[in-house]
């Protein structure tokens, strides 16, 4: 079984960075750019964390809708 992390993340930068970091622990990151895409991904994979990057707070209905649908199984870190 593979460990994933999901990060929402509008800025793409660091990504080779952090997947190489995250994978000396045999963790995998996937990154998306919408909260959308995130929810998708959610409803179907299990992930070791979640972590939201974000400037505003638009995600926060997006976050309450789906806790209340999909109650989360991981830890979610929001920066």
């Given at each position: 079984m593979e460990n994933w992390i999901l990060a929402v993340d509008n800025n793409l930068n660091n990504l080779e960075e952090t997947q190489q970091e995250?994978?000396?622990y045999h963790v995998f990151v996937r990154v998306v750019k919408s909260m959308q895409k995130a929810l998708r991904l959610l409803m179907n994979t299990d992930f070791l964390?979640?972590?939201i990057v974000a400037d505003t707070i638009e995600y926060l209905p997006h976050l309450a809708s789906s806790t209340e649908t999909y109650p989360p199984t991981g830890h979610f870190f929001i920066s």
């Amino acid at each position: 079984m593979e460990n994933w992390i999901l990060a929402v993340d509008n800025n793409l930068n660091n990504l080779e960075e952090t997947q190489q970091e995250w994978f000396k622990y045999h963790v995998f990151v996937r990154v998306v750019k919408s909260m959308q895409k995130a929810l998708r991904l959610l409803m179907n994979t299990d992930f070791l964390l979640v972590v939201i990057v974000a400037d505003t707070i638009e995600y926060l209905p997006h976050l309450a809708s789906s806790t209340e649908t999909y109650p989360p199984t991981g830890h979610f870190f929001i920066s």
